[in-house]
């Protein structure tokens, strides 16, 4: 690993995000909420950490994959920390903890919070928590590959690293461009949606973050009780459409976007994704007809929809505790967690095609036993699956496993009961937000223990970088190959360079 020029590059982001730190400013002025001082001392401390590290340290013209690994869960933990500061500055949070608590959720797009009011915060630092959403849904790392050509040859190691899902859509020859493409997709549907939502009634302020926080499936509100405070059926509708569009691979809608509507919809991932929601609205739907949890056809529907698509997209807002409905509800929400969205979206989760390609192992191992001179394969969008990407989603259910049976282990192990520790460590990992019981979505993560908090934090980081990212630093063979960082000469910072006597 090239440690030096992973510095320098985790210089430069810092930079950027510091840059960021300055856009809740104009907001803080209009609403008079004083919480400038704050933004600028954050920003400040970033732009310091961020000039010192690209001082020393080399940048390096090529990264490889190591270095990309390590650039990418570095660049979360430090920008998490960074963006923790306008909430520990602002004294509206007095626990760090909490405040990075809050600011990881955010950044990798959980929605978990440990607020029991969202109100008390200041309209800018409202707008700071949505828009880590924003950053974090399609990733920093593709942020800064789509804006800053700092990358060259090395980029597409972070782009493999930094985008979930098993396999990458590279829709352009250059990774640059194939970040602006996506991109470019995504500030188009927030636009969008920002343009529908103060169609509705809603504010500029309010549509903007409701926006930030549904694109990339974060569902951080405004609102204490989330979109249920609108209680528009129209509101509710136009962020239906755009949890679920956001749940689908952007590159797909790219596709979609560019005329070539024949491979959106012959997409196998999108059938499944597309039936699985059906399928649950329809038996939620059923139970709680059954059980008389809602009293009105038409409250059932309004309800189930919004409540299946908003978990199954691991958005995480809420019209309704669904932590009252059936017993049979609440397992198939909580199975829709595991589920998660599309490969290539915002979403977390394990992903549909994961999901899709390990039936169809299974079905063909079944088929192997009853013939088993058989031969055949899997295919998938008319393609052979090759055997490392089937060996490949293998490891990842046996590294989720371990990952979900010792975060559980261990939040239970600190006093917390079955229900809310296993929900709460569901809802981490796989980046939804609410769980059940004293996590469930009337309910916050604050009352938690701090070292409860801390192991939650990391499950919000290992799902948004899907476990392997992050296993892979924590192995000790990875470090054996660190280089010690190389600092820039004194004549990198205009000194001069002695020479000695002859």
Known sequence: MRTGGVLNFLGRLLLVLSLLLLTPIPFSLYYHDGMVGAFILSALMGAIAGGLLVALFRPEK????????????????????????????????????????????????????????????????????????????????????????LLGVGGMQLFQAEMPGPTKDRLAPRIQSTARILWSVYVLFTL????????????????LCHSFATLATGGFSTHTTSI????????????????????????????????????????????????????????????????????????????????VVSVVTTTGFGTADFDQWPSMCKVL???????????????????????????????????RLVHPHQVGGISYGGSRVSQEILIAILGFFALYLVFFLA????????????????????ATLNNIGPGLNLVGPSQDFGHLPDTVKVVLTFCMLAGRLELYTLAVLLTPGFWKMARRPLLRSWASFGGQVSHPKP
């Not at 969008?192 to 549509?207: K, P, R, T």
């Not at 528009?232 to 509708?237: D, G, N, P, T």
């Not at 595991?338 to 079905?363: E, M, P, Q």
């Open 192 to 207: 969008f949606e920002v343009v529908l939502l103060m169609l509705g009634g809603v504010d500029f302020f309010n549509a």
């Open 62 to 149: 090529e990264l490889g994959y190591r270095d990309g690994f390590a650039i990418v869960v570095l660049s979360w933990v430090m920008l998490a920390f960074l963006g923790a500061l306008p909430y520990y500055f602002s004294g509206q949070m007095v626990s760090f903890i909490d405040c990075y608590f809050e600011s990881m959720s955010g950044f990798t797009t959980t929605g978990s919070t440990i607020l029991v009011e969202v109100e008390i915060l200041s309209r800018s630092l409202l707008f700071w928590r949505a828009l880590t959403h924003w950053l974090g849904g399609m990733g920093i790392i593709v942020l800064t590959l789509a804006v800053l050509p």
């Open 407 to 426: 975060a559980s282990l261990m939040v239970t192990a600190m006093g917390v009961d079955i229900v809310t520790g296993i929900t709460a460590v569901i």
């Open 228 to 307: 249920a405070f609108y209680d528009s059926i129209y509101v509710e509708l136009v962020v239906i459409l755009f949890m679920f569009l956001a749940g689908i691979n952007f590159a797909l809608h790219f596709q979609m976007l560019t005329g070539r509507s024949l491979v959106f919809w012959r997409n196998e991932e999108l059938r499944l994704y597309v039936a699985l929601i059906v399928t649950a609205i329809v038996l939620i739907m059923t139970a709680n007809y059954v059980y008389g949890t809602i009293s009105t056809f038409g409250d059932d529907l309004r309800q189930v929809v919004f409540q």
């Open 333 to 367: 929400l909580v199975s829709l967690m595991f589920v998660g969205g599309c490969a290539g979206s915002t979403a977390g989760g394990i992903k549909v095609v994961r999901i899709l390609l390990f039936f169809k192992y299974a079905r063909l191992q079944l088929q």
